[in-house]
């Protein structure tokens, strides 16, 4: 522990006071370090970052062949650290101000709507929302099977379980109709068809029913995207969300920069006639399309 906290210090992530022989961690330190519910909590995405090195042969040998590399096929702890990193963000911005951007959707859903959460993974975005709107029922939908499990677990712990439920299905293939709002929580640029996924969720609208697609912020022009921001989401892509991409059917490859206007393309693609940017972030893009 000694050995553990002088490297902190050396890094300056934690203070040290040479009198008291002790060591602090300053608040602003906590916020990015400890406190899971900070928007600016980042050891999710450290973790992240550990799962994707764990799986750089497959991305290496996915590099040669071009087939790609499933979601389902990376080290486990990126599916727990991408939930640390995102949920955060959605805490934040969800029920606060993306929702509320969107015309005429808080209202249905104070009063009760019927949500599909379509890419929930652990079901963080799911249970933020049934826990803001709890006259309304949310099922979420993801196709990796270990994450629908866990989202029902989170489920039951935050005490949402009885409007809350999970199904494992795909983008292009989720059951229902008649949704009041569907959602998709970054994830619709990391699929292979994400074409067909829109004009699946058009046919499961109800007459008046609203699509809200939250995505990474970026530009329209590459050149436009070479920030910080910019870095982190490029490499990201670059090891998940393009060989996840690749390796389902069409294999568009979008990639985690789109921008605002391919997302356009590919919603209007799929049959969607009203297409607009509801809100947005440093960190996301948030788009509202009715059919």
Request: glycine letters at 10%; hydrophobic letters at 45%; charged letters at 20%.
């Amino acid at each position: 522990m000694r050995e553990w906290l002088a490297a902190q210090a050396a890094g300056g992530f934690v203070t040290y006071d040479a009198g008291t022989q002790c060591y602090t961690l300053p608040n602003e330190q906590a916020l990015a370090l400890a406190v899971e519910d900070s928007p600016v909590y980042l050891p999710g995405a450290f973790q992240v970052v550990a799962s994707v090195l764990r799986d750089e042969p497959r991305i290496a040998e996915a590099f040669r062949s071009g087939a790609g590399v499933g979601w389902h096929e990376h080290d486990p702890g990126l599916f727990e650290g991408t939930e640390r990193f995102f949920r955060p963000n959605y805490a934040a911005n969800l029920v606060s101000s993306w929702i509320p951007a969107l015309q005429g959707v808080e209202g249905k859903l104070q009063a009760g709507a019927r949500v599909a959460d379509v890419g929930c993974g652990h079901g963080a975005s799911t249970v933020l929302m049934a826990q803001a709107y709890p006259n309304s029922k949310f099922v979420g939908f993801d196709y990796h099977r270990p994450s629908v499990e866990h989202a029902w677990k989170a489920a039951a712990k935050a005490g949402v379980d009885d409007r809350v439920g999970f199904e494992v299905a795909t983008a292009k293939g989720f059951p229902g109709t008649g949704y009041d709002f569907v959602a998709f929580f970054d994830c619709l640029h990391d699929m292979g068809d994400p074409a067909g996924a829109a004009a699946h969720v058009r046919k499961t609208l109800a007459p008046n029913g609203m699509w809200m697609i939250v995505e990474p912020f970026a530009h329209d022009r590459l050149e436009d995207n070479l920030n910080p921001v910019g870095r982190i989401f490029y490499s990201a892509s670059t090891m998940v969300c393009t060989p996840a991409s690749r390796a389902q059917e069409v294999g568009l490859a979008l990639g985690a920069q789109a921008g605002e206007a391919r997302m356009r393309e590919v919603v209007t693609t799929g049959g969607f006639t009203y297409f607009r940017r509801a809100a947005e972030t440093p960190f996301n893009l948030v788009f509202e399309a009715r059919p």
